[in-house]
């Protein structure tokens, strides 16, 4: 055995020094390294140091309550020069930050920045097409976020007469990343983890960068005593070993620690409970579960999207497709709540930079994703609006490359509708549209996608829209929807309307449907 690795959190946090580039690994709060985090913060608090480091972490970190996720950096004054990550949303104070210009931020795919740490090990840039045309392309914004960031990080680059975004070979000076166990050696066990998010890239970067690797864990054990096929992070690479109080390793925010959420157990789950109420959002999940097939591998995002897992189970074919999960895990049953992140049940947990390197090469045949704000040309934008910074996640790896792709959202924002004898009533219009002119931020490039020939179809509670020749075109109209006064009056362009337009699907407005499943299988015969 070599040198003793353990140390303290306030040990841990004299290394961190001003300038440097720091990393974090997390999804919601599962899987962060809270007492390292709030060790540097308590530096910072007392001795005004570090100063003016870079902060970069990848997945939605936070829960969207202040002094969580990225907070207890980001919201000290001088402590965070720059961030870099793929979602900002869920850390108040971060959000604060940008919205205040005081911070340098870039807002990157959340794919490529896990993959980004593996390139940096291997001395490499990463090569990408992911993000062509988005905002994160360096012609529009570069994935800049704030007025003050001035450094253009990606650059456009063509090989073999092909466009591609090289993203930066950036040097990382201290990874920060947690296990459940470590051993004497710092070999990382994460057993009782969710899920195992990017933590061998991120410490292969600092390693390779001459930076270091801090490990929170919630147990030491005696070398030797780990299964090496269990360890995720080898100990020739962790520098040191921080042992953590229990109220900084909770396993999710909402739990300190359950077996199932790990997978350690697989638990039988109420099939009998009760069908989630007839409303316009079931209407919308109903109808987007229409396009699913069995034998295929989906994913889907959150809110909306993901009443269409719910209406499959409700339908009775919740095991004919495998559902993925952003952070690496595949099949089971999603947990939302304070939970968020875990699965239940899972089939396989695999690292974010993989499950990316999966996402990118097309792996997926469905995914079902979010409307934000959506133009006449298809740009669909759920990264920014206003004050209301969120950035893209895996939303970009995701919907650049995967063939079929239903966006789903009700029409307008702040509307009131009912379903009511199989037709939609509008009880009260909207305060806004979320079909505008032009897009806020591209988030999704609908000229991308049609370079690409992928099928994209726009569900609302309203109608049905799908990208045709470069623009939006209604193919579908909702049962008792006027299609003046409740769809084109209601965007701010007049969409084409399709010679063939056609009533959805009567029977997704009933309270009982029952014929999702003939619906699929007829798809395989």
Same mark, same amino acid.
């Given at each position: 055995?070599?040198?003793?690795?353990?140390?303290?959190?306030?040990?841990?946090?004299?290394?961190?020094?001003?300038?440097?580039?720091?990393?974090?690994?997390?999804?919601?709060?599962?899987?962060?390294?809270?007492?390292?985090?709030?060790?540097?913060?308590?530096?910072?608090?007392?001795?005004?140091?570090?100063?003016?480091?870079?902060?970069?972490?990848?997945?939605?970190?936070?829960?969207?309550?202040?002094?969580?996720?990225?907070?207890?950096?980001?919201?000290?004054?001088?402590? @965070?020069?720059?961030?870099?990550?793929?979602?900002?949303?869920?850390?108040?104070?971060?959000?604060?930050? @940008?919205?205040?210009?005081?911070?340098?931020?870039?807002?990157?795919?959340?794919?490529?920045?896990?993959?980004?740490?593996?390139?940096?090990?291997?001395?490499?840039?990463?090569?990408?097409?992911?993000?062509?045309?988005?905002?994160?392309?360096?012609?529009?914004?570069?994935?800049?976020?704030?007025?003050?960031?001035?450094?253009?990080?990606?650059?456009?680059?063509?090989?073999?007469?092909?466009?591609?975004?090289?993203?930066?070979?950036?040097?990382?000076?201290?990874?920060?990343?947690?296990?459940?166990?470590?051993?004497?050696?710092?070999?990382?066990?994460?057993?009782?983890?969710?899920?195992?998010?990017?933590?061998?890239?991120?410490?292969?970067?600092?390693?390779?960068?001459?930076?270091?690797?801090?490990?929170?864990?919630?147990?030491? @054990?005696?070398?030797?005593?780990?299964?090496?096929?269990?360890?995720?992070?080898?100990?020739?690479?962790?520098?040191?070993?921080?042992?953590?109080?229990?109220?900084?390793?909770?396993?999710?925010?909402?739990?300190?620690?359950?077996?199932?959420?790990?997978?350690?157990?697989?638990?039988?789950?109420?099939?009998?409970?009760?069908?989630?109420?007839?409303?316009?959002?079931?209407?919308?999940?109903?109808?987007?579960?229409?396009?699913?097939?069995?034998?295929?591998?989906?994913? @889907?995002?959150?809110?909306?999207?993901?009443?269409?897992?719910?209406?499959?189970?409700?339908?009775?074919?919740?095991?004919?497709?495998?559902?993925?999960?952003?952070?690496?895990?595949?099949?089971?049953?999603?947990?939302?709540?304070?939970?968020?992140?875990?699965?239940?049940?899972?089939?396989?947990?695999?690292?974010?930079?993989?499950?990316?390197?999966?996402?990118?090469?097309?792996?997926?045949?469905?995914?079902?994703?979010?409307?934000?704000?959506?133009?006449?040309?298809?740009?669909?934008?759920?990264?920014?609006?206003?004050?209301?910074?969120?950035?893209?996640?895996?939303?970009?790896?995701?919907?650049?490359?995967?063939?079929?792709?239903?966006?789903?959202?009700?029409?307008?924002?702040?509307?009131?509708?009912?379903?009511?004898?199989?037709?939609?009533?509008?009880?009260?219009?909207?305060?806004?549209?979320?079909?505008?002119?032009?897009?806020?931020?591209?988030?999704?490039?609908?000229?991308?996608?049609?370079?690409?020939?992928?099928?994209?179809?726009?569900?609302?509670?309203?109608?049905?829209?799908?990208?045709?020749?470069?623009?939006?075109?209604?193919?579908?109209?909702?049962?008792?929807?006027?299609?003046?006064?409740?769809?084109?009056?209601?965007?701010?362009?007049?969409?084409?309307?399709?010679?063939?337009?056609?009533?959805?699907?009567?029977?997704?407005?009933?309270?009982?449907?029952?014929?999702?499943?003939?619906?699929?299988?007829?798809?395989?015969?």
């Amino acid at each position: 055995m070599g040198k003793n690795k353990v140390i303290s959190q306030k040990q841990a946090a004299a290394l961190v020094k001003d300038g440097d580039l720091v990393t974090a690994q997390s999804i919601g709060m599962a899987g962060y390294p809270m007492h390292l985090i709030k060790g540097v913060q308590k530096r910072f608090q007392e001795q005004s140091h570090p100063r003016d480091i870079t902060f970069m972490w990848s997945c939605g970190l936070g829960n969207w309550t202040d002094g969580q996720g990225a907070d207890p950096l980001v919201g000290e004054d001088g402590l @965070v020069k720059r961030i870099i990550t793929g979602y900002v949303g869920a850390s108040p104070a971060a959000v604060k930050r @940008v919205n205040d210009n005081s911070v340098e931020a870039y807002l990157m795919p959340q794919g490529a920045i896990t993959q980004m740490y593996r390139s940096i090990a291997g001395h490499k840039p990463l090569i990408s097409q992911v993000g062509l045309k988005t905002f994160v392309d360096p012609r529009l914004d570069g994935s800049k976020a704030t007025t003050i960031t001035k450094e253009e990080l990606i650059e456009l680059v063509k090989i073999d007469d092909k466009e591609y975004l090289r993203y930066p070979d950036l040097k990382v000076d201290v990874a920060l990343i947690r296990g459940s166990y470590a051993d004497e050696n710092g070999n990382l066990s994460i057993r009782e983890e969710i899920s195992t998010l990017e933590l061998l890239e991120a410490a292969s970067a600092a390693k390779n960068s001459g930076g270091i690797v801090i490990a929170q864990v919630a147990h030491l @054990v005696e070398n030797g005593s780990l299964d090496p096929k269990e360890v995720v992070v080898p100990g020739g690479i962790v520098d040191y070993i921080v042992v953590s109080p229990q109220e900084d390793h909770k396993q999710t925010q909402g739990v300190v620690y359950d077996p199932a959420l790990s997978n350690q157990i697989r638990v039988v789950l109420d099939k009998d409970k009760e069908p989630l109420p007839l409303s316009p959002k079931k209407i919308i999940a109903r109808r987007a579960a229409m396009e699913l097939e069995a034998n295929t591998v989906i994913n @889907v995002g959150v809110g909306t999207p993901d009443l269409v897992p719910v209406v499959a189970q409700e339908e009775g074919i919740g095991d004919l497709f495998t559902s993925t999960v952003e952070n690496g895990v595949w099949g089971g049953s999603p947990v939302s709540g304070l939970d968020f992140g875990a699965v239940y049940n899972a089939e396989a947990s695999i690292s974010m930079a993989n499950h990316f390197d999966l996402y990118d090469g097309g792996v997926l045949d469905l995914t079902v994703l979010g409307i934000g704000e959506v133009d006449q040309a298809g740009n669909d934008n759920v990264s920014m609006f206003g004050n209301q910074v969120a950035g893209p996640g895996g939303f970009i790896n995701i919907s650049q490359n995967t063939q079929n792709i239903v966006f789903v959202g009700t029409l307008t924002v702040g509307g009131k509708s009912h379903v009511e004898n199989g037709k939609v009533i509008i009880d009260k219009q909207g305060k806004m549209p979320k079909f505008v002119k032009h897009v806020s931020q591209v988030t999704f490039s609908g000229e991308f996608a049609t370079e690409k020939g992928q099928n994209i179809l726009y569900v609302t509670e309203r109608g049905v829209f799908d990208l045709h020749d470069n623009h939006l075109r209604l193919i579908e109209i909702a049962p008792g929807i006027d299609l003046q006064k409740d769809i084109i009056d209601q965007m701010e362009f007049e969409p084409e309307v399709s010679k063939n337009l056609v009533e959805m699907n009567p029977d997704i407005f009933q309270e009982k449907w029952g014929k999702l499943a003939d619906i699929v299988n007829a798809k395989t015969k």
